[in-house]
């Protein structure tokens, strides 16, 4: 007999089994689940502390050491309790036959902890088909007739990767702010049990509150925050620089002449006020759970002591500090201070103060941090920055990573909507565990709001490291399908769901190319290599799709799929559409094209929509979500929101005669046919695989203006060969030219003539086919006048080897990580934190090109903008070419600190790229070239290889893959 | 008795005694001038060829040797030929008594030659008031009731300066030459009977026909333009690269395979051909009066020979081409071909063949060129380049000089509308007699329409150079009030004229300073300084005049002064006003200013403007001048119209949430308030002499928006404290603020706080004055950080000084060209052929300033961009700073020649300034800087003195001139 649960059971009895003896946010979380039941079956199961009232199919859940069924059942030998005891966060689920007087079946829910039995409960609601938004979300389950356990079902679950997971909402002005005003009257208790729902339903535990102007231990009101925290076993922390439970906004309010905290966020001039503030804190708050905030910073995120004060002033300070917080954490939270959990984050100027220089001991080793979880930190932007050596990595306390989906900050923030890449997420992530980092992972979310599809991977990751981690290498596409599968199989087709699917990777990969806020008309080329057309192509499709699926959602599913995925995809593609619209309407109207006024109207159409989006999103099940988009996001000219400037429209004025341009698309090149001036454009058929290439002919006034296409090359042909444009109904016509080898016979060039208002212009197309010899796949061969390689594409691979049993074996080598990277995919080193020597141990990728002319070319590497991950900033990488010089290069200023002033830095965030070249010789004819692993972080993207001073057209992803010889020599 | 004439006078019989032996010519002319009498008396007067026909007043008119009556007078001893006999162009214009059976007066119009009488004629219609306008524009003149010469009335003209004297009409599509096809049908006798006319009136006595696609002694139809230029005495030409009285176009028409000609343009492999060719032409037009083109060069103004060819090739085939030239003359034209005149241009690449180099001699004293007239040439944008040496001036020939009113070519053609200022013709075509350029002065005038202004001036600078010349310095402001007053006298009042003086000046001025063709949005700066906004209120000024002046004509007297004054005045400043406009539209619409909107729809109203003011000039006076307005005159993007571009028309779109921004007017400083960006902004009130300064706030968004103003310092006044915009009618507010220094105190210093939507900008207001010592007249005080003076201010002068009997007595100084240069006016030396050595006998301008710090300063001199006059391409100035070492510079690069490649030379006419920067030492306090003139062709414009490596904000005038001591030692 099964486990079974439908409505019949459920009205027999009672489903839960509720103890007294359990702890109260445990019933509170059960009481959720039964809600979650309700809303699968469509009957309100109930609970009772009677054994005797239950029904035939009942749940009995609880914790080790608060239940005394879970006692009596081990006793009895129906669950064995031993496989949870002592550990963290684990519970067991088990199905059991009812026992005693009861017929039927039991579904044991037996925690470790308590936050093993809440998880234990949610995990019900997980395997009823029960999403972790359906309260934040609104996401509606499936309805089930039946739901059925094996008779003897059972699961015990691991213990959680990383000890503390969570979440940081920060920056909560204006969106979090208004959404909890405007919902639930402040920063209080209902509308963090919210939060705190989320929080677990996504198997998180640690949370960091709301901070800018909200005190969390007295806005619940009192402490009922606090309380409600502690009742779900929400571990609290505080961001890093609110040491001792207290927050900064509380200093701000406590503070004044004749306070007994005096008047000085200074712990050398008001010592007994701030050792006091932080004693009452602790008094106040010791007695929940938490990770309690050690060392001091300035006020609101700013350094400590003023630019007089010297190295060592600043670490003696930081000496004293912790020597006092240690102290009274003693007195008022637990004299066993080895068991308090305690932090400090080495964030911004606590870094160096840590590391110390030559002349200065830092913080490193002091006996004052024993057990102190270092918490380190990405440099906001999604990078990982200095990473625990081998040697620090014994540090008992262990590590803490604060990570980024949001962030208020230089160069430019970005706190609207999720704009984080999953692969990114674990690149980095997964780097950071196998460096050591294991005892606490939090994220900064901003304001939740449409980043809780990245949050869910992060805490999974956290969560299930083994399932997700560095041995699942290209497994975040299968993450996404299971998460969309999750949240909107009930509601929709597989077809849609793939389709959602798509849209999410699609639009996050485009945020990941460059955020929403870092956006403007200038980023990505107008022209070259029809770089925003392509783009604008591929975000037109996906928004196509976007509004297929809205229209597949009914009143009741719409607001999830809106607020989880239409709403910040939407909102992506819209702000990149809108500029990249913006860089071709001013390219079009600096050359007086009349295209430009059709793309104005574009734009603006696009800004109507941006603020569409937002209002809709603000309304939608009745403002759900009110205020969480508020935050501003277009056009940003400084690094937050301040002066942020709206896209310029250009309008071009008619020439007062009739006019025509044409251009050669994916080029600079244009020109009206005058006899004075160019005449001649040059069109490229020498790629062998490419069979068409196209032109497009332009209004220069809004006069009726015929053109003439004459083409008597028998091996050329075009789409047309005559039109008339106007400039207003029609602006521009664009004529492809298709190529047919078999008629060429020896030709290899030949001209179209077109007829313009002002004279003829010549396209010259060249379509001489490269010679092959022969090479073999994977050979590139310029016909462009330089190379650009897709790292994946590589010739041959070396991996490092050593030897195990008698026999080498690979112990370190190149792999590609799918989808990453701004193109096609991207190289890296695993194990992650190896180092090693080029030429001897480094594994290698190996390319092969042919170029025309023997001589220097300059060989520009594309790459992950990742930081050194030790102090000394470097990041090493080899290459030799052909049997050259093997050089070695720091792809990195030394000497440069992750600064907002870093130009290298913060350029390297903003296009998530970082290049670096070098010079090489190279042959007339087939050359190879070896690109080696150094150090650790180095992920390769893309190689541009051109003549030394003859870099291809600039643009923002660089040149597109060129033409190289496939798997049948062609 | 007077010489009257009169209605009654006019009724009573003929008023011209008209000879039979007189030649056509004068008769035709004659004809035209009893016209004008008619127009001033309403009665059309006759002719008679019997002298007893004649009314009691009435006029002889004859040539010396083709009038019996002059004979008969002479002998009578009533007129005294003598005094005109022999000369060139010279008439004698006496009252007489009717001598014989006749009573009553008459006036005798004896001409030297067949142009004396013409002239004298067209006298007598200059002393009635009527315009030599008349024919071609339509002025009517002021009716009379009576004129009256006395009774011992004696005219005796001069000779005119300069021998040849005349205009090109060039590059005739699509204006000239639409406008003689649509009322002529061709480039017919038709149409050049009124050329002609214009130029005798003018004075003029030489004219280049249109070449381009005009053959003129074929247009005629046949010889009959040849014929009638012949019979009015208009001795033609043909442009430089016409030889042997064929015109270009005619070899294009009459070559081929078959040709008599052959069919090459080249003397080399056609030398038959080409002969045969130049001699024809020499017996078909030979017998009318020419100044025959000599020389080669390429067809349609291009190098002759390819450029395989040496330099030596080239010098020798021009020697052959002349020697074959000079032989065809003398058989064909005349024997003695000393009286034959004969011109070579030296333009272009001709120029250095004339020279030669070191290893090859030009033609440079050839016999070849014995007699012939050596025509230099301007840059094409006004300014003389390589003019005669002492040595080269007794060349027998002479020097001819072809200048520019109008060009077609780089680096920028100008052929719209007039955009001559006569300062700059002044002061270059005097330079050029004083250089002995006497013989022949060609103007070329595009075509002729809006030019007729200048070309008066110029003819007239031409016909008496006395009058006009070097000697009359700052008479240009005389002339054109005299020139108004001619033309516009009879139809408007004293204070019209004045204006239309003023609207001439303003407008010619702005044009001097920037033609409309290559004026953009980024010529003047839109904030620095004020310089857009200063030059748009002068600009809005003169448009409201022009258009009161407008009002004032009535439909018989509009079209003369639409022509003359109104179109070309508008045309300009409409233009100017566009572009200023643009260059503040994409300012503010960069800043996302509202007021970027309005701008826009302003830069749309002008280009309509411009469209309904060529469409008036065309049509009106029944399309008089239809055509002529048709050259392209927007956004020149090339050196010719193709591909020109129509301002940019950028808009702003609205913030969505109420944002203002605050600037300091006339600087490029803005905030909005924001606490972590500027939010400080600094105004100057350091200049003694200023009283006030102002501020502007700006709508960035289209909500209302309130703004206030705290100044709590008693001696600072706003003009308001509070107010709201809303980036639609209302998008910006100036707030002028005010100071009275009688309040001050001690202080110098204050805020004026502008509460902003969001924040608090502070405007520091820096007051302190500075310490002025006693200090004389004319000492500039650093108040700016720089110091900019105007090159007339200096503090004292020092002229070249040599002995006279016994006396030192000044040679050669500087003296003030009034309104010429970009701001006030120049500094230029006199005599204007004089070579100095700096520190001995060489002229200097002494300027003093004060500084606050010693150190290196860098001294830029804003200069006219003249040309060298030799050609070692040198143009020297010295400069010395206190006692200093004497610095000499040459402002031009050495080894650049004038091509439109040389960025140096294009900047240079474009700008109509050339900058030149040295680096000179100064103290702390008072420092005196001597400029010492070198070279010919130094006219010195402004100073601009900074610290080294800080200069002042970029602007296209460059700063303003700063303070500096008045005479009352403010």
Known sequence: MNFIINPKTLKEGAFFYREKEAYSGVHKIADKVLKDIESVFGVRPGSAEDYAELASSAVIYGTIGRSPVLERLSEQGLVDLNEIRGKNEVYAFQVIDAAGEQTGKRLVIAGSDKRGTIYGLFHLSELLGVSPYVDWNGIKPRKQEEFRLDADYKHVSKEPSVRYRGFFINDEWPAFGTWCHQRFGGFNAQAYDHVFELLLRLKGNYLWPAMWSARFHDDGPGLANSELADEYGVVMGASHHEPCLRQGEEYKYLRGKDSIYGDAWNFRTNEEGITRFWADGLKRSGKFENVITVGMRGEADTAIMGKEATFADNINLLRDVLRTQNRLIREHVSPDLEQVPRMLALYKEVEPFFYGDEQTPGLIGSEDLENVILMLCDDNFGNLRTLPTEEMRSHKGGYGMYYHFDYHGGPISYEWVNSTYLPKVWEQ??????????????????????????????????????????????????????????????????????????????????????????????????????????????????????????????????????????????????????????????????????????????????????????????????????????????????????????????????????????????????????????????????????????????????????????CETPWLTCSAYQGVLNGTSKAADTITVRIDRSLMGQETEAGIAVKLPSGVCTIIVDAKLPELHGWPANTYVDVDGYIAIEAE???????????????????????????????????????????????????????????????????????????????????????????????????????????????????????????????????????????????????LEKLIISPAGKKPPVSYLGPPETYYIGENNQ
């Open 429 to 710: 992530m997964s780097m950071a565990y196998d460096f050591g980092v294991r005892d606490l992972w939090i994220v900064n979310v901003g304001d939740i709001g449409t980043q809780e599809f990245p949050l869910a991977y992060f805490l999974d990751l956290a969560y299930d490291f083994d399932r997700w981690g560095t041995g699942a290498i290209n497994q975040t596409d299968e993450y996404t399908r299971l998460w969309v599968e999750r949240q909107f199989g009930a509601a929709c087709e597989a077809q849609d769901v793939a389709n959602i699917h798509r849209l999410i990777n699609g639009y996050t990969k485009i945020a990941h190319n460059r955020k929403p806020e870092a956006m403007n008309a200038d980023v990505y080329h107008p022209v070259h290599y029809r770089e925003a057309d392509r783009l604008l192509a591929e975000i037109g499709q996906l928004m196509d799709l976007a509004n297929e699926l809205y229209a597949r959602f009914d009143e009741e599913t719409l607001p999830g799929f809106f607020s989880l995925v239409y709403y910040p995809a939407m909102g992506n593609l819209n702000v990149h559409r809108m500029q990249l619209l913006t860089g071709k309407n001013h390219y079009a109207a600096r050359l007086n094209r009349m295209e430009a006024n059709w793309l104005a109207e574009q734009i603006q159409a696009c800004m109507k929509r941006d603020r569409e989006l937002v209002e809709e999103y603000h309304a939608i099940d009745n403002g759900r979500w009110y205020g969480m988009g508020l935050s501003e996001h277009i056009g940003f000219t400084r690094w937050n929101e301040d002066e942020c400037k709206y896209p310029v429209l250009m309008h071009a004025m008619p020439a007062g005669k009739p006019r025509l341009s044409v251009s050669i698309d994916g080029t600079g090149q244009h020109s009206e046919g005058s006899g004075w001036h160019v005449n001649q454009l040059r069109m490229n058929f020498r790629q062998p695989d490419v069979t068409a290439a196209s032109f497009t002919i332009y209004s220069i006034s809004d006069l009726e203006a015929p053109y003439e296409i004459i």
């Open 793 to 939: 594409h590589y010739f041959a691979k070396q991996d490092a080897m050593h030897t195990e049993a008698g026999a080498a074996q690979p112990s370190a080598g190149f792999q590609a990580i799918q989808g990453y990277g701004r193109t096609l995919s991207a190289m890296k080193v695993f194990p992650t934190n190896r180092y090693f020597t080029a030429g001897e141990d480094a594994p290698y990728l190996e390319y092969r090109f042919v170029v025309h002319e023997a001589g220097g070319y300059e060989v520009e590497l594309y790459m992950q903008p990742s930081n050194p991950v030790t102090a000394d900033n470097t990041l090493y990488y080899g290459i030799q070419a052909n049997d050259g010089q093997l050089q070695i290069w720091n792809t990195v200023s030394r000497g440069k600190k992750i600064t907002d002033s870093n130009a290298e830095w913060a350029a390297g965030v903003l296009d998530n790229i970082r290049r670096h070249s070098s010079i090489v010789d190279c042959r007339s004819g087939l050359n190879t070239l070896k690109i080696f692993a150094v150090s650790p972080g180095f992920v």
